[in-house]
């Protein structure tokens, strides 16, 4: 029978934040041991290696497992643990997750009322400040499994995402890099077809610009593109943004920042506890970004486990 740890495991990108990791993390490891929570630490030294620092943590008797960083970040700790928990049969209920949010984005935080400071969160460790939130699993071409932790997205946000990605792993690192990737998205980006169907049954079929999925409320620092989205209902929301005016996507835009975007006439909502996106043709066989990370292409099935994890909350 495995062992189980009772200290945490900090999975620590000391690239997250513009390179500000250090700076912050030294205090924290500080005011642990000060607080007396037992810890241990662990340095990713490239892209990819927090998943499987993760999945070895698990495997070692891990049960509190903390990534300090970015969304992208904790997207790879979550997968770790759950590709563990998939490899080994083991319940995912055992586990306890967080974030010590020193990236970039710092968007899953939002929908659990995470402070974005560090020492405020290590209080939250020290309260056994905990909530449970559901398990969204994404299965794309190849038969590639991933889990979301607050988001995924196909059109505008992949694109986005790819090429903040790209300029990241150029050497850029201001804010300036968003902007860039959102003009160059805007200039650039062509409609898909595709086919959503939801619990079984079509939703929408043809041409989009967009489609985000839901767990958390919160993407792309701030954006709500799915504001009735709950971590811990059982449902995934989805919002479509079919081929439109360009000039009536731009007057959308305030709604994606005020939470009202469900309630427009040319966006679509819904909500369900499965989700399949079908590319129409070989030229819509679109990338997917799950938490800010490029996962894949099209098509995918997306579906809530019925299975639940725990994280930290505020």
């Known amino acids: 029978m495995q062992e189980l740890k009772t200290e945490w495991c900090f999975i620590v990108n ?71 928990c998939d490899d080994s049969s083991t319940d995912p209920g055992e586990f306890i997750l967080g974030v010590v949010p020193i990236g970039s984005g710092n968007d899953w ?23 449970r939130i559901d398990i969204i699993k994404v299965k794309s071409v190849g038969g590639k ?42 200039l650039h980006l062509k409609p898909i077809n595709i086919r959503v169907d939801v619990d079984g049954k079509e939703f929408f079929k043809g041409a989009a610009y967009s489609a985000a999925i839901g767990n958390g409320r919160f993407s792309g620092s701030g954006m709500r593109q ?8 059982s449902i995934i929301d989805i919002m479509i943004v079919p081929q439109i005016p360009i ?5 959308q835009i305030p709604r994606l920042f005020n939470g009202t975007v469900h309630e427009s006439r040319e966006i679509l909502y819904t909500r369900g506890k499965s989700i399949d996106i079908i590319p129409l043709d070989s030229q819509s066989q679109d990338i997917i970004e799950i938490d800010g990370e490029i996962e894949g292409r099209l098509p995918v099935a997306v579906e809530v486990t019925g299975q639940t994890i725990n994280v930290i909350k505020g």
């Open 14 to 84: 000391p690239r997250a934040g513009s390179g500000k990791t250090m700076s912050e993390w030294v205090p924290a490891e500080k005011k642990l041991t000060r607080l007396g929570i037992p810890y241990i630490t662990e340095f990713t030294d490239y892209k990819r290696h927090a998943l499987s620092l993760a999945y070895n943590a698990a495997a070692d008797g891990f049960r509190k497992i903390m990534a300090v960083g970015g969304d992208g970040s904790l997207h790879e700790v979550f997968n770790g643990v759950l590709k563990w």
């Open 247 to 251: 000039t009536q996507i731009f007057r």
């Open 226 to 233: 799915v504001p009735l989205a709950r971590m811990d209902d």
């Open 109 to 131: 935080i939002k929908s659990l009322g995470v402070p974005h400071d560090t020492s405020e969160v290590i209080d939250l460790l020290a309260r056994e400040s905990y909530g």
């Open 145 to 186: 499994i991933r889990y979301i932790a607050n988001g995924f997205g196909i059109g505008f946000d992949s694109h986005v995402c790819k090429r903040v990605n790209m300029l990241k792993e150029s050497g850029f690192r201001s804010k300036a890099i968003y902007l860039n990737a959102l003009r160059h998205t805007i």
